[in-house]
């Protein structure tokens, strides 16, 4: 089935937010490792853990990964498989990256910044998210996800 202009928007933007995504957590990976070390640090139980060490260096590449591995599969669910929970999860998505923008730009007003760059990078790639998931809702979107429009539903 050829996929409608609002899919392929979808799909451009999709991938550019994640894209936008990774050089957010690039640019800031060092500050946001500090952070990490620094609650290690002062907390007595964290650095109890023999464990810690580990915990530090991968937690944000788990972040990293878990992040890549949910873009594959919205982005398989919405784009190949025309999946109505696939559209929701990109829903979902972009509510959360909503949320992430808000706290962004709280931040910003009180000062707080991991790096200009990244901020700038994970705002852009927030507003991104919520157009991408927004173009879901087009008529030519709703026929690929295999919904009729009001126009084309049939009296009973």
Known sequence: MH???SIVRFERMWWTSALLSLIA???SW???QHGIRARFAVDPALRANPFGAVV???TQVAGVAITIAWTVIVWFLVTRRASGA???LAVLTAVLSGVQLAILLGGLAL???LHPLSHGAAAAAAVLTM???AALFTSASRTWFGEADET???PV
């Open 3 to 5: 996929r409608p202009p």
């Open 25 to 27: 957590a690039y640019l």
């Open 30 to 32: 060092d500050r946001v």
């Open 56 to 58: 530090v260096d991968w």
């Open 86 to 88: 696939g559209r929701w």
């Open 111 to 113: 000062g707080r910044t």
């Open 131 to 133: 157009i991408a998931a």
């Open 152 to 154: 084309e539903r049939q």
